[in-house]
């Protein structure tokens, strides 16, 4: 009999659900929340309340997707965390009842190690074992990958993540959120010709509060001497941005490398979908002789699809949860 698991992930302000059979990814639909941008950043409140919107249609389109019916689902996999918690609490409870009505099992699933196992809902499939960059909007983080289920965090940040310095410089560039993606776009059009500091900070450790604070102070004495500064060199200013938090990556990913001698280096999350991040890992590797794995766009933004791999995973060794289940908005593993 075919193992059929659903994939549910609702940790911040994008709906997805995914099917997943026998290891293959039959759908992975996401209904995105547009409403953020007005605030410039994701309001808790406002997301919780789109994903109780957005959540049984979402789960309909990838069950219809699929080409399956819901009865041949063995399984539902879920986000518990970490998240928003509101947001979690519509995903963890669609999961609990849908689990009830069809008396089939759940498996709860942590975000960031579901980025990891991202790599394997395509090929080619990273081998064990391997180091994965996890890069976000709320974490940053190299991972020792020994199995599917057997993962240690060697180097985190100490305060903000990568992709909240995009977002934050955005911000004060006056791009619209998010700007991660919007930086990655102007960035091709200028040249790194502004230079800021790299933090001290442990060897696989990373540290972007300092340099967003550098980014500020450079902003306002630009601003002081030149009013239309920012107007003037925008393009420069993204590409010189994006060319330290992308070195800064690249160099503590390296390091991690020649510190454990592992060759099969993958990246993964919001934030490896940067074109710049992309090209640098993938010409570090043909340097390196490493074997180098980046996922399709589809798989490095938040969706359930590696929510669904993880679910797989866990099902084949039986690690179920019971309906006493409740989200964690901090949650490591």
């Known amino acids: 009999m075919s193992t059929v698991i659903l994939g549910i992930e609702s940790s911040c302000d994008d709906t997805s659900a995914a099917i997943l059979k026998d290891g293959e990814i ?188 550098s980014i500020l102070y450079f902003l306002k004495k630009q601003l002081k001497q030149h009013p239309d500064f920012i107007t003037e060199h925008l393009n420069d200013i993204c590409a010189s941005v994006q060319k330290t938090i992308v070195a800064i990556l690249i160099k503590k990913l390296k390091l991690a490398a020649q510190k454990t001698g592992i060759t099969e280096i993958a990246i993964a999350g919001g934030v490896s979908a940067n074109s710049a991040l992309r090209e640098a890992l993938n010409q570090l590797g043909k340097t390196e002789g490493w074997n180098t794995y980046i996922p399709k766009f589809e798989y490095c933004t938040d969706n359930a699809a590696m929510i669904a791999v993880t679910g797989y995973f866990k099902y084949m060794e039986k690690q179920f949860i019971g309906q006493e289940v409740t989200p964690l908005a901090r949650y490591k593993f």
Request: net charge negative.
């Open 26 to 213: 039959l759908s992975n639909c996401i209904a995105n929340q547009e409403a953020h941008r007005l605030y410039g950043g994701v309001v808790p409140e406002v997301a919780s309340r789109a994903h109780q919107i957005n959540i049984i249609p979402v789960v309909d389109l990838a069950i219809k997707k699929a080409g399956i019916q819901k009865e041949e689902i063995s399984a539902i996999a879920f986000t518990r965390g970490p998240g928003l918690i509101g947001s979690l609490m519509v995903g963890v409870s669609f999961a609990k009842a849908f689990a009830l009505s069809l008396n089939i099992p759940m498996i709860e699933v942590n975000h960031m190690q579901a980025h990891v196992l991202a790599h394997f809902a395509e090929t080619p499939k990273p081998k064990f074992p391997f180091l994965c960059l996890t890069v976000s909007g709320g974490h940053t983080q190299i991972v020792r990958v020994k199995a599917p289920l057997e993962m240690e965090v060697i180097g985190s940040t100490i305060d903000d993540a990568a992709g909240e310095a995009f977002d934050k410089s955005g911000k004060m560039l006056g791009l619209d959120y998010p700007a991660g993606p919007i930086i990655d776009k102007l960035a091709k059009q200028g040249n790194a010709i502004f230079e800021f500091p790299e933090p001290k900070v442990g060897e696989l450790e990373f540290s972007f509060s300092g340099l967003k604070t």
